[in-house]
């Protein structure tokens, strides 16, 4: 695969480091628009190629080399630009255009422009703030392509747990794990007391149903 | 020339649609820009409703202007950029083409407004002083601190923004200093709401900070010096503990 990562910033560096394993024999390129941080990039990723360009000439390299490219990322400092060479990425036909957020309330002007890839580092604050604190009920993870929904729920009433069972009972592509207070693990209601929590992992679609469903 | 017009704002509703369609009808305007700052109100949506291109600064730290306004520089398509502060209540299109002019002419690359009103607090008594005594060449501007500005595009992309309150007079520092011609330009009369004297301390802390880590960096002063002047003025961050560097 051959991705191109825009930035040289802290985002850059993971999306580097990931993209590295995730397909080591791929050809990465990276670009930033300083020759101090072009230099670091280039020590710290010997593996990938690293271009100096100006701000606008980005968008001249992605137009040039869309044929080529099988994903971008743009992660930048700036959520301007990074939304500036998403959208000239998708309008080069690139197949992966991908965005790392600076500020998560851009999430829906990346979205209304077309940009379906966005990965938010700040999504994780809530979800674990909220495990480690104890709140009832937990989006742990939606994922951006598939639409699957990971979630958590403490079995504080009776009445909750029993209305769980059911709505799992009659929904099959709903997979479930239970953690009892004493932290030991099963995947069947009957060892589960109440103040454990279930782990419940399925289509987007038919969790979020359930999840109303229990909080009724 | 294509002209962009910028409002770096929060928390403005109410005053959003009549900039976005002042600004729209100004000569050469092709798109207005409104960099949010984390509005709890409807900013980004009346932003967005008047055909305007929105975006949500990339970082909330307060106060953040100087974020905002390299997030708007970052958005544009504009050979020329016009700022402006999108609380005028006089605003007309003529402040747009009178900023915007210059540059279009190709007498400038980089114009500071000034407007008629009671003088700026910080502006005469932090800024003024300090530019006197490092940048004798800028004190000839009424008002460095103006908001209302225009510039080539590409050339904004070749400084660093401030990312709160000094950014105004670093760009005007910076630019100068990159060799630009920076003209000032009169806009006229600015009706607009003067904030309170208590809201002006961080205010001139940042642009006293903004004047002093240029004239570090450009070794006007000793930065041991500066950092004896300003002892127990710490919130003024001269990036002395980290080498003397340049924020």
Redesign the interface.
Known sequence: MRTLIIGGGHSAYFAANAIKEIDPEGKLIMIEFTTEKVNVLSKTFPFAEVILQEIDGVEEYIKNNGSILDAVVAATESDSLNLRYCKVAKESAIPLTISILNNPLNREIFLKEGITYIIDPYSVIPVELSEILGSPMNIIYKSPKNRILITSIRLSEEKLLQKLRKELSRSLEISAIFVSQSGEITNTFRDIDLGGRAYLIGAQEKLEKILKMVKR | MEVSVIFPTKNREQFVKRAVRTAFKAKNVSEVIV?DG?SQDKTLEVAEREGAK???????SYPGKGIAM??????ATGDVLVYLDIDIKNMTPDFVEKLAEPVIEGEADFVKGCFERAAGRVTELVAKPLLRMFYPELARFKQPLSGEIAGVR?LF?KVEFEQGWGVDVGLLIDLHKLGARVVERDIGYKDHDMKPLHALTDMAYEVAGAILRRAIRDQKTDPQWAEKYLRGVRTIDLGLESGGGFV
Not at chain 2, 54 to 60: D, G, K
Not at chain 2, 70 to 75: C, E, F, I, K, T
């Open positions: 960099v984390g929105a975006i949500v600064q990339s970082r909330l390299r997030d708007g520089a970052y958005l590409k992309y």
